[in-house]
């Protein structure tokens, strides 16, 4: 029998009231009476048998026990460590540790009022935001901007800016990504890198990426029939692609529309926790319609190989930090080039994000990249500034040096 095991023989106190919370106990067999002393009586709270956990309350939120817990049959209990429970509650979602204090200083409040003692005020605010700690978000402002970011959608008060897609073979600018933004009432404008990131916690997510599909072939529509093969990319989370119904949903909005699919575009983040088989379904419905999908932000964070090698993407999108290095590194270069040949060698289309110089475009076209993205080609921009992308000239052609004739 392991060390973590305690025996508490009929009658013996598993702890007392006021004890430091050392730990919680699993009951592996036996019956424990949990109680209080109330004017020289005794309270009875509950009775916990085998697989009840005891004594887990003061350990979670650092206070004295709050009750007697003694054994009224021979017990034999597992040690749960602190750092145990402690551990778990960390790696949790912040919101739920909110909730799981919430409702600890609920219940203790409810036990004062029990034993007539003075009623503890119940804040959710105070003593859970400090337990977040200095770096992280205040769990209750993350819950307050969630709430916010969902009237948001409901007033219609996101907008989608697009940036355009430079294709270096036809010298010109061929689509554009949609990427969303989010004016907030009060704070001004929020990154989406901050508010994507909080949707993507939740289903929120879902319709944050359906109204940017909207806009998306909305800016199409508007463009007419004069752009019919422009295509707009748009940017689709984990959680959205392993949707039930996502291809459907993608399929009715373009018809809706009167958008032909094939002028949308899906990018892909990399992820640890990208689901292959759900991406390699996605990807095969995609091309069903005549929808190409890319892999984004390839080569930073968790690229693989293997995503690669084993799901047909039609584009890999090379992250902005090749592009930004490339100049003053020479292994950098030397990666990128790389790169750009093995993405060529399995069929797909290579895109460099971050083009901010028309040294880097070139450079970039030089190592046989098709397409170029970045504040050089345009800036994220309102629908109305598309067509002004479209038409314009780059002038890459004329400062490209000794560059092979198209
Ligand atoms: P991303 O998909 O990698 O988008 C490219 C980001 O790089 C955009 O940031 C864009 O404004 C920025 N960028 C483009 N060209 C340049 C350049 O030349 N230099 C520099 N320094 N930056 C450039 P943004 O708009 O802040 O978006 C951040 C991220 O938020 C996006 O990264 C994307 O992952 C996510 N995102 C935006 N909209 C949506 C959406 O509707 N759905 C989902 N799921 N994610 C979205
Ligand atoms: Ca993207
Ligand atoms: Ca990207």
Same mark, same amino acid.
């Given at each position: 029998?392991?060390?973590?095991?305690?025996?508490?023989?009929?009658?013996?106190?598993?702890?007392?009231?006021?004890?430091?919370?050392?730990?919680?106990?699993?009951?592996?067999?036996?019956?424990?009476?949990?109680?209080?002393?109330?004017?020289?009586?005794?309270?009875?709270?509950?009775?916990?048998?085998?697989?009840?956990?005891?004594?887990?309350?003061? @350990?979670?939120?650092?206070?004295?026990?709050?009750?007697?817990?003694?054994?009224?049959?021979?017990? @034999?209990?597992?040690?749960?460590?602190?750092?145990?429970?402690?551990?778990?509650?960390?790696?949790?979602?912040?919101?739920?540790?909110?909730?799981?204090?919430?409702?600890?200083?609920?219940?203790?409040?409810?036990?004062?009022?029990?034993?007539?003692?003075?009623?503890?005020?119940?804040? %959710?605010?105070?003593?859970?935001?400090?337990?977040?700690?200095?770096?992280?978000?205040?769990?209750?402002?993350?819950?307050?901007?969630?709430?916010?970011?969902?009237? %948001?959608?409901?007033?219609?008060?996101?907008?989608?800016?697009?940036?355009?897609?430079?294709?270096?073979?036809?010298?010109?600018?061929?689509?554009?990504?949609?990427?969303?933004?989010?004016?907030?009432?009060?704070?001004?404008?929020?990154?989406?890198?901050?508010?994507?990131?909080?949707?993507?916690?939740?289903?929120?997510?879902?319709?944050?990426?359906?109204?940017?599909?909207?806009?998306?072939?909305?800016?199409?529509?508007?463009?007419?029939?004069?752009?019919?093969?422009?295509?707009?990319?748009?940017?689709?989370?984990?959680?959205?692609?392993?949707?039930?119904?996502?291809?459907?949903?993608?399929?009715?909005?373009?018809?809706?529309?009167?958008?032909?699919?094939?002028?949308?575009?899906?990018?892909?983040?990399?992820?640890?926790?990208?689901?292959?088989?759900?991406?390699?379904?996605?990807?095969?419905?995609?091309?069903?319609?005549?929808?190409?999908?890319?892999?984004?932000?390839?080569?930073?964070?968790?690229?693989?190989?293997?995503?690669?090698?084993?799901?047909?993407?039609? @584009?890999?999108?090379?992250?902005?930090?090749?592009?930004?290095?490339?100049?003053?590194?020479?292994?950098?270069?030397?990666?990128?080039?790389?790169?750009?040949?093995?993405?060529?060698?399995?069929?797909?289309?290579?895109?460099?994000?971050?083009?901010?110089? %028309?040294?880097?475009?070139? @450079?970039?076209?030089?190592?046989?990249?098709?397409?170029?993205?970045?504040?050089?080609?345009?800036?994220?921009?309102?629908?109305?500034?598309? =067509?002004?992308?479209?038409?314009?000239? =780059?002038?890459?052609?004329?400062?490209?040096?000794?560059?092979?004739?198209?």
């Amino acid at each position: 029998m392991s060390d973590s095991r305690r025996h508490v023989a009929t009658g013996e106190a598993v702890f007392r009231e006021g004890d430091p919370p050392n730990c919680a106990y699993l009951i592996d067999s036996g019956r424990v009476e949990v109680s209080t002393q109330q004017g020289g009586k005794k309270l009875i709270f509950s009775y916990l048998g085998a697989g009840d956990l005891l004594g887990e309350m003061a @350990v979670i939120d650092d206070a004295p026990r709050s009750a007697d817990a003694f054994a009224v049959s021979d017990c @034999v209990l597992t040690e749960i460590r602190r750092d145990q429970i402690q551990e778990r509650l960390k790696e949790a979602d912040s919101i739920i540790r909110v909730l799981v204090h919430a409702l600890l200083q609920r219940y203790r409040s409810g036990l004062n009022a029990v034993r007539g003692r003075p009623k503890t005020a119940v804040s %959710a605010g105070t003593s859970l935001d400090a337990s977040e700690g200095a770096n992280s978000p205040h769990a209750l402002s993350k819950f307050r901007l969630e709430s916010q970011l969902i009237s %948001a959608i409901e007033r219609d008060e996101l907008t989608v800016v697009f940036q355009p897609v430079y294709d270096v073979k036809l010298r010109q600018v061929v689509g554009f990504e949609a990427l969303t933004r989010w004016h907030h009432p009060e704070r001004g404008p929020i990154s989406p890198v901050e508010f994507i990131a909080l949707a993507e916690e939740t289903s929120l997510i879902l319709p944050v990426g359906q109204y940017a599909l909207r806009k998306a072939c909305e800016a199409l529509k508007a463009l007419g029939d004069e752009f019919s093969e422009v295509f707009v990319a748009v940017n689709v989370s984990a959680r959205q692609s392993s949707a039930p119904d996502f291809v459907n949903m993608l399929k009715a909005t373009t018809e809706l529309y009167n958008i032909a699919p094939q002028r949308i575009e899906l990018e892909i983040t990399e992820s640890l926790t990208l689901d292959y088989k759900a991406v390699e379904a996605l990807i095969e419905r995609c091309h069903e319609l005549g929808i190409s999908v890319a892999l984004d932000d390839f080569g930073t964070g968790y690229s693989s190989l293997g995503h690669l090698h084993r799901l047909k993407f039609d @584009v890999v999108k090379l992250d902005q930090a090749f592009t930004r290095q490339m100049m003053d590194d020479s292994r950098c270069m030397a990666l990128t080039r790389g790169i750009a040949t093995m993405i060529h060698a399995i069929g797909a289309e290579c895109l460099a994000e971050g083009v901010e110089t %028309a040294e880097q475009a070139i @450079v970039l076209e030089r190592l046989g990249v098709r397409y170029l993205q970045g504040w050089f080609f345009g800036r994220p921009e309102p629908p109305s500034a598309m =067509y002004g992308a479209l038409t314009r000239e =780059y002038g890459l052609a004329v400062t490209a040096p000794s560059q092979p004739e198209a």
